[in-house]
């Protein structure tokens, strides 16, 4: 029996690496696909203290947003210029293409360039671009301060969704996942673990096929001010997001998702003080997975390669904890994690995963 239909997980989500050159402008290619949002940091080098650049291209190529920070969106020309057919071409700011310095880059797919106004919910986006068949959607939308909805087109319940306000005081990256359940909700740009339930975040209604709730809070419903929304579908085979508990053993929790992962990132959700953790399946190419970044700050690239405190294993079928860390399988906590495939377990063509 076909266990997914996306057999070829790097037409909707892939990982690049590149050295910076400096020069203006620079192309960064290969993908198989054209892709719509681009999540860039450096690895190392005088650069290392610089923060994750965010650009999608709803919001327009030259738009960023620090996801480690609050900031405003900037508009920077010397950054990510323009989305081609199989990557994206960039100028030499120092975030992504300073000279010697390592990067990374997570790409994904989302629908058509901009994408066209959702009309689904009270509020109707400004754009929002989707693909319902990796489960991804972007869309931008201008708060009323009044309880709302608002459509994000995918056609399947979201398992997650991010949201950030563009301009004004607060720019928190607020996450709902659905493992922390209706009106719960964590950042992506600080450590604190999952907050307690606020109706004024989504007036304390879960998510449907069609809309996301949004309560009065100014994070995410500001009147007046421009707000981006990343939602994400669980796909089978592709994309998986849950939760599970830590044992504290050096032998630590294996998490099924399905697929031979390509991207994870992770988070301590019952407790505060642990970082977003970051690993991929390009910094490390075998098991042990030993390079790691952190969402919620700039700092560099962690390598681990000579520490049995902080490693994980991408398998066939999911991800094995293979320590007793506090960040990662903390005695009885429970930590959340979003995961995307490099290949699923079996696909459509009945061909399986093998492990690295």
């Known amino acids: 029996m076909a266990y997914t239909t996306i057999n070829k997980s790097i037409d909707y989500f892939d990982t690049k690496l590149w050295t910076g050159n400096n020069t203006d402008p620079t192309t960064i290619s290969g993908l198989n696909f054209q892709p719509d949002m681009v999540w860039a940091k450096a690895r190392s080098g005088s650069y290392e203290t610089q923060d994750h650049c965010m650009n999608d291209a709803v919001r327009g190529a ?53 994408g066209s106004s959702n009309t689904d919910g009270s509020i109707n986006t400004t754009y929002t671009s989707v693909n319902t068949t990796a489960g991804f959607s972007i869309s931008t939308y201008t708060g009323t301060g009044a309880n709302a909805t608002i459509g994000h087109g995918l056609g399947a319940v979201p398992a997650v969704y991010i949201l950030r306000r563009l301009n004004g005081a607060n720019g928190t990256w607020l996450m709902y996942h659905q493992s922390l359940g209706i009106g719960y909700h964590m950042g992506l740009n600080n450590t604190t673990g999952q907050n307690t339930n606020d109706a004024t975040y989504a007036n304390n209604t879960a998510p449907t096929n069609q809309v996301v709730t949004v309560g009065t809070w100014g994070d995410v419903n500001a009147n007046g001010s421009n707000f981006v929304m990343y939602a994400f579908a669980e796909k089978t085979g592709y994309s998986k997001f849950g939760s599970y508990k830590g044992n504290g053993s050096s032998d630590g929790t294996f998490i099924y998702t399905g697929f031979k992962p390509a991207f994870l990132i992770l988070k301590r959700s019952s407790a505060s003080g642990n970082n977003w953790i970051m690993y991929d399946n390009k910094r490390d190419v075998d098991n042990v997975a030993h390079h790691r970044l952190h969402a919620d700050i700039s700092n560099s690239e962690v390598n681990t390669s000579s520490d049995t405190v902080n490693n994980i294993d991408f398998l066939s079928n999911g991800i094995k904890i293979r320590n007793s860390g506090e960040a990662w399988n903390h005695s009885g906590s429970t930590f959340i994690y979003m995961a995307f495939a490099e290949v699923p377990l079996v696909g459509s063509n009945n061909v399986p995963s093998t492990a690295r």
């Not at 030259?62 to 990557?87: A, C, H, M, P």
Request: glycine share 12%; aromatic share 10%.
């Open 62 to 114: 030259n738009k960023i947003l620090r996801v480690n920070q609050t900031s405003q969106e900037e508009t920077d020309d010397n950054n990510l210029k323009s989305f081609t057919s199989d990557g994206w071409t960039m100028g030499n700011d120092g975030k992504i293409n300073q000279a010697s310095t390592t990067y990374v880059g997570w790409a994904w797919k989302a629908g058509t360039g901009q």
